[in-house]
């Protein structure tokens, strides 16, 4: 468990992150999650053979509810907030790029 | 004015009295914070129009003697969402970013008639513990300029501080109320996980997230976590369990009380002044009644590596939804859609934000997730446990809420290594679930100390029996900083 990331692989997590570390920030942010990676494995050393996980620390279970729509009618207010809106829709740009194709 | 030497009640008071009017007030309010927020920078946005004209409202229906909010300025993080009032989570990706509804804990306040002044400054989505990492401005410290005001709330904890405002929403996924709360010599609470709904609370670690209020005295606190705690069936994790009047127990005394202090807590790296004002009041509960003893979490130095790795695991996916389409930044000229995405992310998220991102899709990915994100959860088992033993024998726990007092603005930013090293003895609280607050116990050289009692989960009434008891017979909390060279 002791491996260190590669530039391949942050470029990969960045990717799958759907973020771009840029050629130059590589480097630096290589050596950043190297370091806080190298203390993450420091858990390695807690055995913990058999403990059960902890994902939730809330003492509710499996909440049901009805499924009511509710807070309708803002059509105008959600579109407000949209970057590129036409005839009452979301405009998002060519989802194929033909032009590489 | 400001709200120096006031309360509350005192407030309250003034109001019913009619000594002053809500619309005066809230005036008063908003004069005072722009007198100082020049060089202290606690807000992103102030609510001006809209909270005059509802203290107006207030004034003609008449303030409500049974209700201490009726009328009150209050402020609240910019992470929470307000109604037609921008929220950015001091994000360039929400930089105009406009909700359509309140957050659960905003619109409990806002029917008890309390008036939501701005939104105050904060780390970008709460990641980070000095509010530096804001896309907009650098917070400062009230006491010291030139210091941190702590984070992520760094910007409600300097409104409080700095007396702009009586009390104020925060948040603490990992100490981010504790800690600015501690800088900023201010009481800060996070409540149990779901003792407060997280509906609106723009998500960063949703099994860690909690909100909390920010105030002057343990007295006020208890009223504001009344007022906003409770189960919400927008937040199927907020408890149903009652909620106790929280100020019920504040004149109970500590007497007989059995509280812990962890000596991993206390181990190496702590200030010797912070260390010096945990046995400080250590003694100060034993004269009033209480025992005080040692106690373990052996866990405690595998907290900041299972935390770093649960919460950004949380945190990669939260984020996703900030894609640049529905709202929220968006990067000009891209291609296709996937190149919208990668860009509109990359150019608007700032540098920790992504790096968040990038450990927690680590984590998460194949052939790590057993290591790392599987791992932690186990060890955050372990160290519940560990507290379950400890509140076996014991009613609280008693520790330093930080290592350090507030730092220099710069000297942690460029190293997450440091940033995060600081958050080791809050962030074992959000890792269990457990009520925390932190209030003023001490100074060095000149900067407020916070220590931080913890309590079983959901009794967040002891925890206030005991800080007001500490309240009651020391001067703390009375302290003020230099405002505009006024104390």
């Known amino acids: 468990m002791a491996e260190k990331i590669s530039e391949e692989q942050v470029k990969h997590v960045a990717e799958l992150a759907k973020l771009e570390i840029s050629d130059d920030q590589l480097p630096y942010f290589t050596k950043q999650l190297e370091q806080i990676i190298g203390l993450f494995d420091t858990l390695s050393k807690v055995d913990t053979t058999g403990v059960e996980p902890t994902s939730s620390v809330t003492d509710q279970i499996n909440v049901m509810r009805e499924d009511i729509a509710e807070n309708w009618h803002q059509t105008q207010g959600l579109l407000d907030n949209a970057p590129d809106t036409q005839d009452g829709y979301i405009r998002v740009p060519t989802i194929i790029d033909e032009s590489e194709d | ?487």
């Open chain 2, 1 to 487: 004015m400001n709200y120096f030497g006031e309360s509350l009640n005192s407030i309250h008071t003034k109001l019913v009295n009619k000594k002053i009017s809500s619309e005066e007030l809230t005036k008063q309010t908003f004069d005072d914070i722009k007198a100082t927020d020049g060089e202290i920078n606690a807000f992103l946005t102030l609510n001006e129009e809209a909270a005059l004209k509802k203290a107006k409202e207030i004034d003609q229906n008449g303030v409500d003697a049974n209700n201490v909010l009726s009328g009150m300025p209050v402020a609240i993080k910019d992470n929470m969402v307000t109604k037609g009032l921008r929220t950015t989570a001091a994000s360039k990706i929400l930089g105009n970013f406009t909700p359509i509804y309140d957050a659960t804990a905003v619109e409990k306040l806002n029917s008890l008639n309390a008036i939501d002044v701005g939104k105050t400054n904060m780390d970008e989505f709460a990641m980070g513990g000095s509010t530096e990492n804001s896309a907009f401005k650098i917070t400062h410290n009230p006491w010291d300029k030139t210091k941190v005001p702590g984070g992520s709330s760094g910007g409600s904890a300097a409104a409080v501080a700095s007396g702009q405002v009586i009390a104020a929403l925060g948040s603490d996924t990992g100490g981010s109320i504790r800690q600015p709360a501690s800088f900023n010599g201010v009481v800060g609470m996070k409540p149990t996980y779901g003792r407060v709904s997280r509906w609106g609370l723009i998500a960063f670690g949703s099994s860690l997230d909690q909100i909390g209020p920010i105030t002057r005295n343990v007295a006020d606190n208890a009223v504001i976590l009344n007022a906003i705690a409770g189960h919400d069936k927008h937040d199927m994790t907020t408890s149903t369990k009652e909620v106790p009047d929280f100020t019920s127990s504040l004149d109970k005394g500590v007497k007989g009380l059995r509280i812990g202090i962890p000596s991993e807590f206390m181990a190496q790296g702590l200030d010797e002044d912070v260390k010096d004002t945990v046995l400080k009041t250590a003694d100060t509960f034993k004269k009033m009644g209480a025992t005080v003893s040692e106690v373990s979490l052996p866990h405690t130095q595998y907290g900041v590596a299972a935390y770093y790795i649960i919460s950004s695991s949380e945190a990669s996916s939260n984020l996703q939804r900030f894609d640049g389409i529905r709202y929220g930044y968006r990067a000009k000229d891209a291609k296709n859609l996937e190149e919208l995405y990668v860009k509109s992310r990359s150019e608007a998220f700032g540098e920790e934000v992504k790096r968040r991102i990038m450990l927690g899709t680590f984590s998460l990915s194949a052939g790590f997730y057993d290591a790392y994100f599987k791992k932690a959860a186990q060890v955050r088992t372990l160290m519940i446990n560990d507290f379950t033993n400890v509140f076996k024998d014991f009613d609280l726990i008693l520790a330093p809420t930080g290592p350090t007092p507030a730092y220099g603005i710069g000297e942690d930013v460029s190293d997450p290594m440091t940033m995060y090293m600081n958050d080791v003895l809050t962030l074992p609280v959000n890792l269990a679930g457990l009520p925390g607050m932190s209030f003023p116990a001490g100074f060095s050289n000149g900067l407020p100390v916070g220590v931080q009692l913890i309590g079983r989960p959901f009794d967040e009434l002891t925890v206030y029996q005991a800080g007001n008891a500490f309240e009651q017979s020391t001067d703390f909390h009375k302290k003020t900083p230099k405002m505009g060279g006024n104390n």
